[in-house]
C-alpha cells in the first residue's frame, strides 16, 4: 500500500502509480475523519482547487464526493484558479480548510495534494501529520464504497471578482500605464490565464501573451518559473523589444521574470529590490520574513531600514506561520516565491510580477539599471542551488553533518553554523547550506557569495561534503 505523506510543499506522486484515484479517496477519508473527529468540527466546509494538470480536476471532483459521503461541505470553483485566490476565498467564506491539486514544479506525470487550514495558509506538520496517522488506521484494502455523492454538499463557488478586486487595491496600475511599458505575459498553461492577463488589459496597459490556455501535457514547458523553463518567454521579449517578461508557475503561486535582454532574473535578485521599493516608496510597516536558504540581501535591505528579521526553514508553510504570529509585512522564499500581509498569508505570483511592474514604472527604468543602482548600495552576491540523487549514503552523510560533530569543511572559516532544517555554515560574506528536500527525494545544496565563480566552488565544496 502506498505511504501517503506529506512532505515540505505537500504530498506528490506520479500519476497511474502511487498518486491513483483510490489513494486521493483515502486521504480524503482521513482529511474528513480529522476534521471531524480529532477538530471536532459538525459540519466542516472545504474549499477545493485543482491546477491544470491532467486529471486534476477529476481528481477534485472525486474528493468532494468523498467528502460528501464523510459530512464535509465542499466548495469548488468552476475551472481552476490561482493558488492566492484560493486562499482568499477560505477567509474570506470563513471555511475550515481547503484542498488543492497540484504538483508546482514537478513533471506533467506528476500531481499532488496541498492542505490548507482555516486561514488560507499552507498546513503545518503538526496537522499533516494528524492526516497521515488517521490514513494509516485505514485497513490495507480500504476503499469507498461507490455511492452517489450527496450533491447537496458539493458547491460551485466562483472566487475569481474578489480576488481580482483585492489585487486592484494592491497595485498602482495608473502608474504602469503612464510609463507605457512593452509587456510580455507568460501564463505557462496554468491556472493564471484570464488573471493577470486581464487585470492588465481591463486597466488600459497593452500586452502580449503566450501558453494562455490550460494544456494537460504542459507542452514542451514544465510548469515552474527558470530560465531554463522560460525560453520562449526570453524569445518573445528580444523579438518584440518588450521591457520586461512577467511569468507565473502552473498554479500561480510563483514568479518569474525576464528583462528586456531576454536575461531571466531570478528572485534572489530581483525580490531585495522589491523589498526596497516596498519600504523606502509604498511605505510599508513591520518586520520581514526569510528562509534560510534565500539571499543574504534581504537581510541587507531590512537591517538597512531598520525593520525586524526573521529566519524560517525552508517551507512557505512556516513562512506563513511566522508572519502571522509576528508584526511582518513580507515573507520571502528563495525559489520565486513571496507573499505580503492581508486577509489571507499566501505566495502570490501574480501580485509579485505586478509589483515589479509599478516598482518600474515608479522609477522610470528598467530592471538591469535598477540592479546596478542596487548593487551600489548592497553588496552584490550570486547564488547557486543543485539537487543531487538522495542516495542512502547521502542520506546518511546529512544525518552525520546534523548530528553536529561531524567537523565538515565547508571551504571558509564559518563566523556561525546553523542547524535548522539541514546544515548552514554562514561566514561574513558567504555561506554553503545542505538541506535533504521534504518533498522530493534530493538533496539540496545551496550557496552565496559575491562572486559567481566562488559560488561555484563552494556548490563543489558541497558535493564533497557529502559524496
Known amino acids: ?42 459540519e466542516p466546509r472545504i474549499f477545493i482547487n485543482h491546477d491544470t494538470r491532467i486529471l486534476s480536476r477529476r481528481f477534485a471532483l472525486e474528493t468532494a464526493r468523498t467528502f460528501s459521503l464523510h459530512g464535509v461541505m465542499s466548495f469548488i470553483p468552476p475551472r481552476d484558479v490561482p493558488l492566492a485566490a484560493a486562499s482568499l476565498a477560505i477567509v474570506d467564506h470563513e471555511m475550515d480548510g481547503g484542498v488543492a491539486f497540484t504538483a508546482s514544479f514537478n513533471g506533467p506525470v506528476f ?16 496537522t499533516t501529520t494528524l492526516i497521515e496517522r488517521e490514513i494509516k488506521k485505514l485497513p490495507e484494502d480500504w476503499d469507498l464504497p461507490r455511492q452517489y455523492p450527496d450533491k447537496s454538499r458539493i458547491h460551485e463557488i466562483q472566487p475569481r471578482e474578489a480576488y481580482l478586486q483585492t489585487i486592484a487595491e494592491q497595485i498602482d496600475f495608473q502608474a504602469i500605464r503612464r510609463a507605457g511599458m512593452k509587456i510580455v505575459v507568460d501564463n505557462l498553461f496554468g491556472a493564471s490565464r484570464e488573471f493577470m492577463d486581464e487585470l492588465l488589459l481591463e486597466n488600459g496597459i497593452p500586452i502580449e501573451c503566450i501558453h494562455s ?6 507542452g514542451k514547458v514544465i510548469p515552474y518559473c527558470s530560465g531554463e523553463t522560460l525560453k520562449d518567454l526570453s524569445r518573445v521579449v528580444r523579438e518584440t523589444g518588450a521591457r520586461i517578461g512577467l511569468a507565473t508557475d502552473i498554479d500561480g503561486d510563483r514568479f518569474g521574470v525576464i528583462d528586456h535582454r531576454g536575461v531571466f532574473v531570478d528572485a534572489n535578485r530581483v525580490v531585495p529590490m522589491v523589498l526596497d521599493y516596498l519600504i523606502r516608496v509604498r511605505g510599508m ?16 535591505v531590512a537591517r538597512y531600514h531598520g525593520r525586524k528579521l526573521y529566519h524560517t526553514p525552508v517551507g512557505f508553510k512556516y513562512i506563513s506561520d511566522m508572519m502571522s504570529k509576528r508584526d ?27 509589483l515589479i511592474l509599478e516598482m ?4 522610470g527604468k528598467d530592471l538591469q539599471v535598477l540592479t546596478k543602482e542596487m548593487n551600489k548600495r548592497f553588496p552584490s552576491l550570486h547564488a547557486a ?13 546529512v544525518r552525520e553533518l546534523m548530528d553536529k560533530n561531524d567537523g565538515a569543511d565547508p571551504g571558509f572559516k564559518p563566523a556561525k553554523v546553523q542547524f535548522v532544517d539541514g546544515v548552514k555554515w554562514i561566514g561574513d560574506s558567504e555561506w554553503l547550506l545542505i538541506r535533504p528536500s521534504g518533498t522530493q527525494k534530493v538533496v539540496r545544496i545551496y550557496a552565496e557569495s559575491p562572486n559567481r565563480s566562488r559560488t561555484r566552488e563552494l556548490i563543489q565544496h558541497g558535493r564533497g561534503i557529502i559524496g
Not at 7 to 36: I, K, Q
Not at 213 to 218: E, Q, T
Not at 341 to 351: E, H, P, Q, S
Not at 360 to 363: L, T
Request: proline fraction near 2%; aromatic fraction near 10%; charged fraction near 25%.
Open 1 to 42: 500500500m502506498t505511504e501517503i505523506r506529506f512532505g515540505t510543499d505537500g504530498w506528490r506522486g506520479r500519476m497511474g502509480r502511487e498518486f491513483s484515484f483510490r489513494n486521493v479517496r483515502r486521504f480524503a477519508s482521513a482529511y474528513s475523519r480529522f476534521l471531524t473527529g480529532r477538530l471536532r468540527i459538525r
Open 111 to 126: 500531481n499532488g495534494i496541498k492542505v490548507f487550514n482555516s486561514r488560507g495558509a499552507p498546513a503545518l506538520p503538526s
Open 213 to 218: 490556455y490550460p494544456y494537460a501535457g504542459s
Open 285 to 300: 510597516q513591520g518586520g520581514v520574513v526569510k528562509s534560510i536558504s534565500s539571499t543574504r540581501n534581504i537581510a541587507h
Open 328 to 354: 511582518a509585512f513580507i515573507g520571502v522564499e528563495s525559489t520565486n516565491g513571496a507573499a505580503l500581509k492581508g486577509r489571507a498569508i499566501i505566495k502570490d505570483g501574480i501580485l509579485f510580477n505586478l
Open 360 to 363: 518600474m514604472a515608479h522609477e
Open 385 to 397: 542551488e543543485i539537487s543531487l540523487k538522495a542516495t542512502e549514503y547521502r542520506m546518511e552523510r
